[in-house]
């Protein structure tokens, strides 16, 4: 359409015919409304529907028919291009329950390996009770070693204190047996003076009367120091025999406190050493299943990553082919609706297609 001076322009879309704003400069002039006025189901913009009108009529204008194989064609054509979207959700479902079954082991592993090391924590709180229990039974030992130590050391003082007494008794004996040797010579002297003064007789009796009482009396003191000795010296004894019966309490429990002892260095042992295998077993058992896991997991990252990376392979292939088909199919319907009496088969199709941007 051509512009001459005074005229005004409408839109060439023969169904709207609104005047066009008058044209500035010397530029192109717009052949359709620019004010983004709609039409249709389609909200086809003027130009684009002065197009489908002008197919429409080239449609109309050729022999062309739209028969049952054109229909059947179309319809392939539109399973072909929603085909890959049914693949593709399949595959992604298929997807899904392999990492639910995987996510679900790795959690029944998981559990499995904390029900394992609750196992080993009740063993190894076991071992440690009874290495407290040696440990007190050691401490008791040690405790009853001590009070033999001092049972022994109270009859060690015993002895000595009977020792004493026995030194000083047998001090005591000697002094006794020097005064009986010393009365003795006193009495040989005297019995050499009254053969030699026997004429002094009568007056000596009483002088031997009085030696005789003091001889008497010593020797009563002399067998009351014997006396008093030989208490001493079975004192001593006694004190000797409770002394030996204490180094004898003290070598037996000694020998106790040496058992519990070992004993208890024998429990420690074998407590430590079983703790230090189950700690050892469990940490190999836990490493080896961590192992696993991560090389599970690994591998199951991978396998995911390739059928991501094949899934969006396909995916751009089968969206690029699927935006190919959904233009043409645009493009075919957009004809087709505009065709004035369309097949009733094709009426039926377009109904249950639904309605494209």
Known sequence: MTE??????VCEYRRCGAPLPPAVGRGSRARFCQDGKTWGRRNLSCRDAEAVLSD?????ESDTELDDTAVTALAGQIDRVLEPARGLVETLTTLRHQLEATTATALAERDTALAEADEHRLQRGRAEA?????????????????????????????????????????????????????????????ADRADAAAALAGERAAVIAT??????????????????????????????????????????????????????????????????RA???????????????QSAHEQTVRSMHETATTLGAELRGAQGRADVAERELT??????RQLPEPPEILKQLLDRLPERS
Not at 4 to 9: L, M, N, S, T
Not at 171 to 180: D, S
Not at 234 to 241: G, K
């Open 4 to 9: 001459d001076a005074g005229q005004v322009r």
């Open 56 to 60: 429409a009529e080239t449609l109309r």
């Open 130 to 190: 009874e290495a407290t229990q040696a440990r007190e039974t050691a401490e008791a030992a040690t405790v009853a070693a001590a009070s033999a130590e001092k049972e022994k050391a109270a009859a060690l003082r015993e002895r000595d204190e009977e020792g004493a007494a026995r030194r000083a008794a047998v001090q005591e004996q000697q002094r006794a047996e020097g005064q009986l040797a010393a009365v003795r010579d006193e009495l040989a002297r005297l």
């Open 211 to 276: 030696v005789t009482a003091e001889l008497a009396a010593t020797r009563s003191a002399l067998e009351d120091e014997r006396g008093r000795g030989q208490a001493a010296t079975t004192r001593a004894e006694a004190a000797e025999t409770r002394a030996d019966a204490a180094r004898e309490r003290l070598e037996a429990v000694r020998a106790e406190h040496a058992e519990a002892m070992t004993a208890r260095d024998a429990a420690l042992d074998a407590v430590r050493a079983d703790h230090a």
């Open 279 to 293: 700690m050892e077993a469990a940490r190999a058992g836990f490493d080896r299943r961590l192992a696993e896991l």
């Open 331 to 336: 493009r075919v319907l957009t004809v087709v």
